[in-house]
């Protein structure tokens, strides 16, 4: 193969390489904001819970007032009614005093159903607070790992800028100023052609002869449909070659250990 051909192929991987730790680099800021996003919501749950707790305290406290007003109401009435003159006045007392005992009643009943859901919002505060820690603990680890990644890809990303620019140096300037224009353009400089007849990546059949000079491999042969420059990659051996070649080993082996056993 043309030592130009090789070198190309070899920027290539480093290129792709290069691409691909850099949009992982990228990508990593927004990795941790997922992660603190999911811390958020273990949050918003103890906070929520706590919430709810707090407010039913005062929802309480609040009923706990309205009972005690209207207790007063009672004793009022009760008071009023030694002292009224007509039985219309009394009743109308009497009637003050069953709808302020209702009202009792019914607050009643409210803080009952707070102190019935007391143990359920309990409940659910320990389980946010539980979730909480273990997310919390889970992010400080993913983030850890996060930070671990970018400093590796950062320095991956600079031994391969130094391989590549030592590499490039070694092109010939008029083949690299191709691969650099295609690659923008298209994202990658070069491409395989294997037994098919046909461009790897744009899919076209290559002309016989264009073909056969990509499988000599002696010269740069652009694609006429994307001009990506053409490397040939043999088929891999058949089957049955692969196990007559390893048995042909195999006898090999076999006559050598019999020939030194002899001698």
């Known amino acids: 193969m043309n030592s130009q ?3 190309l192929i070899e920027l290539q991987n480093i290129d792709s390489r290069i691409a691909a730790l ?3 680099i ?3 800021p927004k990795e941790v904001a997922q992660i603190e996003a999911k811390l958020a919501g273990s949050k918003a749950k103890v906070d929520a819970a706590q919430a709810a707790m707090k407010a039913d305290e005062t929802a309480r406290r609040k009923h706990e007032s309205d009972i005690r007003d209207q207790q007063e109401k009672i004793s009022k009435y009760r008071d009023q009614s030694l002292k009224v003159k007509t039985n219309q ?3 109308a007392l009497l009637s003050e005093i069953e709808h302020a005992e209702s009202e009792i009643s019914k607050l009643e009943d409210k803080i009952l159903e707070i102190m019935v859901a007391a143990d359920a919002r309990k409940e659910a505060l320990k389980q946010a607070e539980s979730t909480l820690k273990a997310d919390s603990a889970q992010n400080e ?3 850890e790992h996060a930070r671990q990644q970018t400093a590796e890809d950062e320095r991956q990303l600079t031994e391969l800028t130094a391989q590549r620019k030592e590499l490039r140096a070694t092109i010939g300037d008029d083949t690299l100023p191709h691969y650099d224009r295609v690659l923008k353009l298209r994202g990658s400089g070069i491409a395989a052609v294997h037994d098919n007849q046909m461009c ?3 899919r076209v059949i290559l002309r016989p002869q264009v073909y056969q000079d990509v499988m000599k491999g002696e010269a740069i042969i652009f694609c006429d449909s994307c001009q990506r420059i053409l490397y040939f990659v043999p088929p891999p051996p058949k089957e049955d070659e692969g196990k007559a070649a390893a048995l042909a ?4 082996i076999k006559t050598d250990e019999a020939t030194a056993q002899q001698g």
């Open 5 to 7: 051909l090789h070198k």
């Open 22 to 24: 850099r949009a992982e």
């Open 26 to 28: 990228a990508f990593l």
């Open 89 to 91: 006045e009394y009743k």
């Open 141 to 143: 680890k993913e983030k």
């Open 200 to 202: 790897s990546v744009c």
């Open 249 to 252: 080993g195999e006898e090999s």
